[in-house]
């Protein structure tokens, strides 16, 4: 099983600025990654996929970046709604895997 | 407008059955593979099964193998997840998702249906 592990655990940044979330996974995974953004009691929401491809109708202040086992998540001038949980996914090799979330949060 | 619609959760009591649906509509239901992901309270996300197009492969985590199966009735537009022996360990909130292809990311979620294992 690829282990996905997400840094920091909590990122706090001010509005208006700019975040960057981290995901490495225990092996290459290509660029068969994805990022997701889950607000509180609500599903989560695809905004990219294949590591750089940003999903239908996500901002364009939201970017990913990264191959093998390092990728990022960038998010430009932080609004309100940002401020939630992310996760990134592997689905490069079965069992599908999810890291273990980074809030992000106002500083 | 794709949207999928979770029913089929609950209480039920360690060892029992449940069984979880979830139709599809806005797309081509019989085009795409479909998966369940669950999310115990508080904590992150696990994907939990996926099955082919057609229904002719399916794929479970270790976590519930032998214990549940993942089907479709592509005539109904329905994803269905059995869930046999339930443990407390199976308390979540399931989520069926669509996947981008045969072995993509989950581009679409359902609101999720909620299961509690608890006697």
């Known amino acids: 099983e690829i282990l996905m592990t997400q840094s920091p655990a909590t990122l706090s940044v001010s509005p208006g600025e700019r975040g960057i979330l981290s995901c490495r996974a225990s092996?290459?995974?290509?660029?068969?990654l994805a990022w997701y953004q889950q607000k509180p009691g609500q599903a989560p929401r695809l905004l990219i996929y294949?590591?750089?491809t940003r999903a239908t109708g996500i901002p364009a202040r939201f970017s990913g970046s990264g191959s093998g086992t390092e990728f990022s998540l960038t998010i430009d001038s932080l609004q309100s709604e940002d401020f939630v949980v992310y996760y990134c996914?592997?689905?490069?090799?079965?069992?599908?895997?999810f890291g273990q979330g980074t809030k992000l949060e106002i500083k | 407008e794709v949207q999928l619609l979770e029913s089929g959760g609950g209480l039920v009591r360690p060892g029992g059955s449940l069984r979880l649906s979830c139709a599809a509509s806005?797309?081509?239901?019989?085009?795409?593979?479909m998966s369940w992901v669950r999310q115990a309270p508080g904590k992150g996300l696990e994907w939990v099964s996926t099955?082919?197009?057609?229904?002719?492969?399916?794929y479970f985590a270790d976590s519930v193998k032998g214990r549940f199966t993942i089907s479709r009735d592509n005539s109904k537009n329905i994803l269905f997840l059995q869930m046999n022996s339930l443990r407390a360990e199976d308390t979540a909130v399931y989520y069926c998702?669509?996947?981008?292809?045969?072995?993509?990311?989950?581009?679409?979620w359902g609101q999720g249906a909620p299961v509690t294992v608890s006697s």
């Open positions: 998702a669509r996947r981008i292809g045969y072995v993509g990311a989950f581009d679409y």
């Open positions: 806005g797309f081509t239901f019989s085009g795409f593979a």
């Open positions: 099955v082919s197009y057609s229904g002719g492969s399916t």
């Open positions: 092996q290459s995974v290509g660029s068969s």
């Open positions: 294949d590591a750089s």
């Open positions: 996914l592997q689905y490069n090799k079965w069992p599908d895997t």
